[in-house]
T-cell receptor, first 115, second 110 residues
């Protein structure tokens, strides 16, 4: 089956620093990737849609200047949390849509803890 | 307005068949239905996808009535390892509205 990886799987950083999370589709090309955030015991919240070669589309209430998304190739999208604060601590999950079948495959998630 | 509505939680016992229903009254013509399973601290895992009638794979069946306003995920003979949160996602091939509902927390008891 299709595989999506995320790196790192967990990260701890100090308040005010920036953190980059990578999402890769390992065995298929994805022109569209999605970024989600999930708090404990809650559902996944869609943050943005990442489109290869163009600007990301952000959901209402998500600050585009704080959560920078870059989708520079058909297999890689990155999410950078800029000037992270403790309230940004969460589980970040990406997904990639395989264009042939339009199935959506999820990465394993990245646990971000901001001290 | 939520696109999908599911029971918040369900309990079952090992070996039983479990049916989880998702309501999507405003489903559009181009929308398809996908079910995912999620364990704690992991990304969701694809279970099954369908557009209408019945779809079956090696782990589950998906039943979609003619009006497509709901769908039912059927898990045959569940085991303890099926304890997880199950999400139905209604989305279109033509747009990127990949927002999840609240999901159903299934607990399988011995």
């Amino acid at each position: 089956g299709a595989v999506v990886s995320q790196h790192p799987s967990w990260v701890i950083c100090k308040s005010g620093t920036s953190v980059k999370i990578e999402c890769r589709s390992l065995d298929f090309q994805a022109t569209t990737m999605f970024w989600y955030r999930q708090f404990p015991k809650q559902s996944l919240m869609l943050m943005a849609t990442s489109n290869e070669g163009s600007k990301a589309t952000y959901e209402q209430g998500v600050e585009k200047d704080k959560f920078l998304i870059n989708h520079a190739s058909l297999t890689l999208s990155t999410l950078t949390v800029t000037s992270a604060h403790p309230e940004d601590s969460s589980f970040y999950i990406c997904s990639a849509r395989r264009e042939v079948t339009l199935e959506q495959f999820f990465g394993p998630g990245t646990r971000l803890t901001v001290l | 307005l939520a696109k999908t509505t599911q029971p918040i939680s369900m309990d079952s016992y090992e070996g039983q068949e479990v049916n989880i229903t998702c309501s999507h009254n405003n489903i559009a013509t181009n929308d398809y239905i996908t079910w995912y399973q999620q364990f704690p601290s992991q990304g969701p895992r694809f279970i099954i996808q369908g557009y209408k009638t019945k779809v079956t794979n090696e782990v589950a069946s998906l039943f979609i009535p003619a009006d497509r306003k709901s769908s039912t995920l059927s898990l045959p003979r569940v085991s303890l390892s099926d304890t997880a949160v199950y999400y139905c996602l209604v989305a279109s091939y033509n747009n990127n509205d990949m927002r999840f509902g609240a999901g159903t927390r299934l607990t399988v008891k011995p």
